[in-house]
């Protein structure tokens, strides 16, 4: 999915959707290195900030947006 972003969004915005992509076009050449430094503080501080916004707003909770089983829910069976 984050490909298909990427050559979707690419052409427009650049597609520089985490640090991954930018380290990767500069590696291949389609992003120049003296621009790199910044692009990556930048994606490592908006990450940080939103992930502090998200503990202000709902709180320290440890299985928010992960895939768990249902407490109680016998492994293995099926619906």
């Not at 985490?18 to 490592?44: C, E, H, I, K, M």
């Amino acid at each position: 999915m984050v490909m298909a972003m990427i050559l979707f969004m690419g052409a427009v915005s650049g597609a520089h959707l985490n640090p991954a992509v930018t380290l990767a076009f500069s590696l291949r050449g389609d992003f120049p290195w003296r621009r790199a430094p910044g692009y990556l503080v930048a994606q490592v501080a908006g990450a940080t900030l939103a992930c502090l916004f998200l503990w202000a707003a709902l709180g320290k909770v440890g299985s928010l947006g992960a895939t768990v089983p249902v407490p109680g829910w016998p492994i293995g069976r099926r619906c």
